[in-house]
């Protein structure tokens, strides 16, 4: 198994699992990350983007391992995603002061899965 499949394969176990999780069970990030619906249109907003598009990522590292041509264009697509994700919580937590629990480790989190996106498009061949 490359260094690419076992990347897209831990994106899958990593981003579908909670996508979906996220999507039915959305109180749960009130008590994970203090991020709660306060109206329908709320929590119909964190169904979409904590579930749906994080679903979404890991459906579409599935693609990659599915479709191995476009594994490279994935991981671009995923270093992108995880670079915007970190660059603006760090802003938020700079501007903020947001330093709790959650947003320490998802900080952490996001800027290794970006740095690692990157070095593996940087490394794969073209």
Do not use: K
């Amino acid at each position: 198994m490359t260094t690419t499949s076992v990347y897209l394969v831990l994106s899958v176990l990593i981003w579908l699992p909670y996508g979906i999780y996220c999507a039915f069970e959305p109180g749960y990030l009130d008590g994970a990350a203090g991020v709660v619906g306060a109206t329908p249109t709320g929590t119909t907003e964190i169904r979409a983007m904590y579930g749906g598009l994080q679903a979404s990522i890991g459906v579409f590292a599935a693609f990659a391992l599915w479709r191995p041509a476009h594994a490279r264009a994935v991981v671009l697509a995923i270093a992108f995603l995880m670079s915007g994700l970190f660059s603006v919580r760090l802003i938020g937590f700079l501007v903020d002061g947001s330093g709790s629990e959650y947003t320490h480790g998802v900080l952490v989190f996001e800027c290794l899965y970006a740095v690692a996106s990157i070095v593996l498009f940087r490394r794969t061949a073209t």
